[in-house]
Nanobody
Framework: QVQLVESGGGLVQPGGSLRLSCVAS????????MGWYRQAPGKQRELVAE???????NYADSVKARFTISRDDAKNTVYLQMTGLKPEDTAVYYC??????????????WGQGTQVTVSS
């Protein structure tokens, strides 16, 4: 019923920047909270940043001074602007959205993941 499509990942040198985008589409009545998670090799998936429908933002301590999450409700899109990237930021980044579907209830949906590699 709902699909999330991510873009913007890639290879970048330490200190560089990337902007991730995630577009939700399908039988959407309302997009509630949206967020970004990441999973590095050998580690658990962790929350990077989230933004509620009211615009409240939360960040992991490790990225708080460097990453910015934002959303464009007219486009059902969430962004993650990443600056000052470090090798430890290397991971697969996943988009998440809590969506109320047309004629139904809310559910959590996930993107397929996009690779971010920070290496010199």
């Amino acid at each position: 019923q709902v699909q999330l499509v991510e873009s913007g990942g890639g290879l970048v040198q330490p200190g560089g920047s990337l902007r991730l985008s995630c577009v939700a589409s399908g039988s959407i009545f309302r997009v509630n909270g949206m967020g970004w998670y990441r999973q590095a090799p050998g580690k658990q998936r962790e929350l990077v940043a989230e933004i509620t429908s009211g615009g409240i933002r939360n960040y992991a301590d490790s990225v708080k001074a460097r990453f910015t999450i934002s959303r464009d409700d007219a486009k059902n899109t969430v962004y993650l602007q990443m600056t000052g990237l470090k090798p430890e930021d290397t991971a697969v980044y996943y988009c998440n959205a809590r969506v109320t579907v047309v004629g139904g209830r809310w559910n959590d949906y996930w993107g397929q993941g996009t690779q971010v590699t920070v290496s010199s």
